[in-house]
């Protein structure tokens, strides 16, 4: 059985992936709106990855006899800039996502739940993937100002990202 502190945190968790989902879904449609249907694809697979992440949190409570409480999810924005500001605004939201796992992580071992720490390494590892993926784009991306080919050749990189079904 969860302790108290550790399923409300892990409901807080499961808000913070499905955020992450919708505001990749609204990032996927900003991209299609302008003309970057690569991004819109890369974004919309990412979208259901986050979705997936949160699905992964709900199994855990629920197979610890735990609580499921749902919150509300707040409106993302509708706008991003440009593609390389968009992916700086990925990458801050990432880290936060970091800093909200290492802070369940920390929670747990405090707690003494050993179970739960070790379930939250996955998330650990997938999270340093995040990052890095992010970090890779956008050190693609510094190149549009010098190569106005640089969007396109990326737009049709991001393309290639396989689907998660």
Same mark, same amino acid.
């Given at each position: 059985?969860?302790?108290?502190?550790?399923?409300?945190?892990?409901?807080?968790?499961?808000?913070?992936?499905?955020?992450?989902?919708?505001?990749? +879904?609204?990032?996927?449609?900003?991209?299609?709106?302008?003309?970057?249907?690569?991004?819109?694809?890369?974004?919309?697979?990412?979208?259901?990855?986050?979705?997936?992440?949160?699905?992964? +949190?709900?199994?855990?409570?629920?197979?610890?006899?735990?609580?499921?409480?749902?919150?509300?999810?707040?409106?993302?924005? @509708?706008?991003?800039?440009?593609?390389?500001?968009?992916?700086?605004?990925?990458?801050?939201?990432?880290?936060?996502?970091?800093?909200?796992?290492?802070?369940?992580?920390?929670?747990?071992?405090?707690?003494?739940?050993?179970?739960?720490?070790?379930?939250?390494?996955?998330?650990?590892?997938?999270?340093?993937?995040?990052?890095?993926?992010?970090?890779?784009?956008?050190?693609?991306?510094?190149?549009?100002?010098?190569?106005?080919?640089?969007?396109?050749?990326?737009?049709?990189?991001?393309?290639?990202?396989? @689907? +998660?079904?």
């Amino acid at each position: 059985m969860l302790k108290e502190k550790i399923q409300e945190a892990l409901n807080e968790q499961i808000n913070k992936e499905m955020y992450s989902s919708y505001l990749y +879904l609204a990032m996927s449609a900003y991209s299609s709106s302008v003309g970057l249907p690569g991004f819109a694809h890369w974004f919309r697979v990412q979208a259901e990855e986050e979705y997936m992440h949160a699905m992964r +949190l709900f199994d855990y409570i629920n197979n610890q006899d735990g609580k499921i409480k749902l919150k509300e999810i707040k409106e993302p924005p @509708a706008g991003f800039g440009t593609a390389v500001e968009m992916f700086h605004q990925v990458l801050e939201h990432e880290q936060f996502i970091t800093r909200s796992i290492n802070e369940l992580v920390e929670l747990a071992n405090a707690e003494q739940d050993g179970t739960t720490a070790s379930f939250l390494q996955w998330y650990v590892k997938e999270q340093e993937e995040e990052e890095e993926n992010v970090k890779e784009i956008i050190a693609k991306l510094r190149g549009i100002d010098k190569n106005e080919y640089v969007i396109s050749s990326v737009d049709q990189e991001l393309a290639k990202r396989p @689907a +998660l079904r």
